[in-house]
């Protein structure tokens, strides 16, 4: 059995895989950003901002594999509901899509415009995304922060939508995204 697309009725395991990888991967990203934005100017704080630099950059990386591998395999069919629960969980994944992108491509262009480089991981020294400019900075880093916590609430909303599947319809959805067989 091929274990890596989708069946009518569940994810395959590369989907399964993007899924989990890309939730843990934004989930502790956010909780590093929180964090360190309150953090007073020391060594600490710099690792964390690099860090958190390197997970933006390994997460829109990892989304563009997910839409390549999402636009070129099949979904299972629609989770069973109403119509307009249906259309509501189109929007909200292709909203979460589109965050995956414009988060990272916010912060990468706030550290560009402060005038702080990313090199991934220390070695791979990545193009400016925009010149330097403080005013732009600024705008781009509420832009990257606003960006972040709609994230943050799609992925909550998402999360609610499918316990609400498990507990109260009991209709199976979470199956479809569980790892394992």
């Not at 895989?17 to 100017?41: E, K, N, Q, R, T």
């Not at 989304?63 to 909200?92: F, I, K, N």
Request: net charge positive; proline share 6%.
């Amino acid at each position: 059995m091929d274990t890596t697309s989708s069946t009518s009725t569940r994810y395959g395991g590369v989907a399964i895989g993007f899924h989990w990888l890309l939730a843990l991967m934004i989930i502790v990203c956010f909780s590093v950003g929180l964090y360190m934005s309150d953090l007073p100017m020391s060594p600490t704080r710099l690792k964390l901002f690099n860090w958190h630099k390197w997970a933006g950059v390994t997460i829109l990386a990892l989304s563009v594999l997910r839409l390549v591998w999402r636009l070129t395999h099949r979904p299972p069919a629609d989770a069973p509901g109403p119509r307009w629960q249906q259309r509501l969980a189109h929007l909200t994944h292709w909203a979460l899509y589109a965050l995956f992108f414009l988060v990272p491509l916010a912060g990468w262009a706030y550290s560009s415009a402060a005038g702080f480089p990313i090199v991934w991981f220390g070695v791979l020294p990545l193009p400016d995304f925009v010149s330097v400019d403080k005013a732009l900075a600024e705008v781009m880093k509420e832009r990257h922060e606003m960006l972040a916590w709609i994230l943050c609430l799609l992925v909550l909303l998402h999360i609610g939508a499918a316990l609400k599947h498990h507990f109260v319809d009991r209709d199976g959805l979470l199956n479809r995204m569980r790892p394992g067989r």
